[in-house]
């Protein structure tokens, strides 16, 4: 029988692969992806705890789903209506409590299975409850990656080899809804690999909460890091590009900092979040890094790599974070220079150890800062974007534009390139001459001859 899904997914990329998981495993049942929830015989939220009032903005989706539900109910319809990841977790009995009409609400680790949840709602015609924290189970169920709308689409995947966190920052709340770090199996990841490439994947990202803590079974009994891992994935035929995220400075040993010199296909853009610039918040923060440790990391990197740019996250207006922590802050953004970022006004989150200390900053004084420093960040982005206008930039490209005969792709830097080309070319990677630089993206034009059409 065929049956409509809609997943809504919040947050992170990690989110999103485990969105298509969901997919993959719910296929056999009958569901199929739909583009609205009113389509729908089920309903996912697979929800993110990041964000600031995560579980209220839940909570208020689950308001309106409910209505659709009883909509579908006064026409003797049935829709099954289920929560998943890290609020679904964090909240776990509260929100049968609180929302007592979702059917089924499971964390992160516990998707796989799904088929065994929806028989036991249709059973017992009651809530499921599923937040326990078996990451390797998980893995072990799930069924291979598919093709097509129910699977992965494009020349581009995201492939999870690692899950969790064991580093507790005090304003995080993913080792308490991820549970503890842990890395799947090297021959598994290589196994999945493959079959992306037969799907007709050239671009694989490591995916992983702390990625690059990454210790999976490797050959032999040995254990692999990350830099072994990204080796032997660059062994597999027809894999052209490789990125990894999200890391963590103290994390980044030798090992892979020499794979940047050596793997072509490892892209020269790393994700590196900082946090702060000050040793006394990093401190507090829990981080197992001082500002000069991640300026070393940089210069290494720069060393084995010259052309590699980053990326980061900033916390703006931590707990104690005084002028003078801001003002370093600033100093090593202007150092280090990144074109692109992720930056935030500190906000407490229930249940983590910042969130009880009573040195908050002010309010207008955080919306200052982040004024200030999203400034200088942005500045740095165009300045990148504009600096690659005139050159000719390797393009990945995967997705169709929004106007008819364009098609988007990224550079090696992830930046999105619009250009105008025939649609045979998707999947291909292309050198366009680029033209024009914004904020956020560039655009080129291809000459469209055999010379043009390279591969990286
Ligand atoms: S390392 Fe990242 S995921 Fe782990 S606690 Fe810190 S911020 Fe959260």
């Given at each position: 029988m065929f049956k409509k899904l809609y997943i809504k997914t919040y947050g992170c990329q990690m989110n999103v692969y485990d969105s298509d998981r969901m997919k993959d495993v719910l296929k056999p049942l009958g569901y199929s992806p739909c583009d609205s929830p009113e389509d729908a015989d089920m309903v996912i939220l697979n929800t993110c705890h990041i964000r600031e009032k995560a579980a209220e903005k839940v909570y208020s989706e689950l308001g309106r789903l409910n209505k659709i539900k009883n909509n579908k109910i006064g026409q003797g319809l049935e829709m099954i209506l289920a929560v998943a990841g890290c609020v679904a977790q964090a909240e776990s009995e509260e929100m049968l409590r609180r929302a007592p009409f979702v059917d089924l609400v499971f964390g992160p680790q516990a998707y796989h299975n799904l088929p065994e949840m929806i028989a036991r709602v249709s059973r017992a015609k009651g809530s499921v409850l599923n937040t326990d924290f078996p990451t390797q189970a998980k893995f072990d169920y799930l069924p291979e990656v598919m093709v097509g709308k129910e699977g992965i689409e494009g020349a581009s995947a995201f492939l999870t080899i690692q899950e969790g966190c064991d580093k507790f920052c005090a304003f995080c709340v993913v080792p308490y809804t991820r549970g503890a770090e842990f890395s799947r199996p090297a021959a598994d990841i290589l196994v999945e690999t493959k079959r992306l490439v037969d799907l007709g994947v050239k671009e694989v990202t490591l995916l992983g909460?702390?990625?690059?803590?990454y210790h999976g079974m490797g050959t032999g009994g040995i254990e692999w890091g990350l830099g072994r891992l990204i080796r032997e994935v660059a062994e597999v035929?027809?894999?052209e590009r490789i990125r990894y995220m999200t890391s963590y400075p103290a994390d980044m040993d030798e090992e892979l900092i020499s794979a940047h010199g050596e793997i072509e296909a490892l892209m020269p853009f790393l994700h590196l979040p900082?946090?702060?610039?000050s040793d006394k918040v990093l401190k507090a923060m829990n981080r197992r890094h001082g500002a000069d440790q991640y300026r070393q990391i940089v210069e290494r990197l720069e060393k084995v790599r010259s052309d590699i740019a980053l990326s980061s996250d900033f916390i703006v207006?931590?707990?104690?974070?005084?002028d003078t922590d801001f003002e370093n802050t600033m100093k090593l953004v202007k150092e280090v220079g990144f074109i692109q970022a992720y930056s935030f006004k500190y906000s407490p989150r229930p249940g983590?150890?910042?969130?009880?200390?009573?040195n908050q900053v002010h309010e207008t004084v955080k919306t200052e800062r982040l004024k200030i420093l999203q400034h200088e960040l942005n500045k740095q982005q165009l300045a990148f974007n504009e600096s690659c206008v005139g050159r000719n930039m390797p393009v990945l490209l995967d997705r169709p534009g929004r106007i008819k005969g364009q098609i988007v792709g990224r550079t090696p830097y992830m930046q999105p390139v619009h250009i105008s080309a025939p649609e045979h070319f998707l999947g291909t990677i292309v050198h366009p001459y680029i033209e024009v630089a914004k904020a956020n993206s560039l655009a080129g034009s291809l000459q469209i001859t055999e010379q043009s059409k390279n591969v990286a």
């Open positions: 909460q702390n990625v690059n803590s035929d027809g894999i900082v946090q702060s610039g207006g931590f707990p104690g974070e005084s983590t150890p910042a969130a009880s200390l009573d």
